[in-house]
């Protein structure tokens, strides 16, 4: 973020007077939201920020901390990115329907649509598959757009009409529709996947490919520049059944091994939310965590601990389903703002200049 241009701080008042009608709809939002998920049977639940692993995915950057003891002994602790493994730990303890209005903390990420602190809106059912996640997601972005009276979802141009059928399509579509590449033909049975095949998919069509891109970046590369900028236009899009490889925690599809029970949600070309059918076979998620930081390890030099009590939920946990979406996204697109501190009440002061 370029943070040259000088402006007037958040707390000045003719700038929380332009910001305060966002405000206001954030509140609403929220509150219609709780009513949704008290009607569904939902508990909500608060999880502590402070937990010794932040998550392990290779491109999440958390901030670290640590405790002291009475003694004077220190320990290592990180602020979550997600409230996911408490929320997990909970299910192993056997709730069925939790809900998360979570802050949750995030380095490396400032921006329009990005911010250091923001909140996180987590859902969990126990029992049931993650398509009814996805019919949540309908509703919910539904009754954000009616609550602030809105018809339409909208950000810098783009809209998206809430109330219209979702689309749904693959990963495997959306890189065939919008990049002309076959991306299951570089993934096996078992999840492993060919470098070079994809590489060769990605000059194939004139896209650059790097020496030192892994499979990973280079499906990054094909989604970020040739299939998110066509998502979530005139209506909500729902892509699914990411590559296993691109879904640390969700469990393999039973109509496909080679992709994952994996969601996103779009609206006006912004992610607004990740969803899963959860991975709760324990060496399978120490296996995927491993692969993960040793991708983290060779890009950022740096790696997480694993939170050894939530592989040992896991074989408590029940079959379940579980989306993490934006709170404040959702606040930006159903009230028209154009940046995230628009609708945070306090946003993280500037650092950088």
Known sequence: MNFSAKASPWWTPSVHADRRPFLIGRNAIQAALRGFFA????????????QVSPGNEAHLHAFATQAITTDGQTAPFYLHTSPEFACKKLLAAGEQRISCFAHVYRNRERGPLHHPEFTMLEWYR???????????CVRILALAAETVKTSMLAYRGAKSDPFAGPERISVAGAFERHAGIDLLA???DDGSTDRDH???????VGMRVADDDGWADLFSRVLVEKVEPHLGFGRITILDEYPVSEAALARPSARD???AERFELYACGVELANGFGELTNAGEQRRRFEIEMAEKARIYGETYPVDEDFLSALSLMPEASGIALGFDRLVMLATGASRIDQVLWAPVAEYGR
């Open 257 to 259: 091994p080679r992709v």
């Open 186 to 188: 570089s993934v096996a």
């Open 126 to 136: 126990a029992g049931e598959s993650y398509e009814s996640l996805m019919m949540d």
């Open 39 to 50: 009607r569904e049977d939902f508990i909500e639940v608060d999880t502590a920020v402070l």
């Open 198 to 204: 994809l590489a060769a998919e990605l000059r194939r």
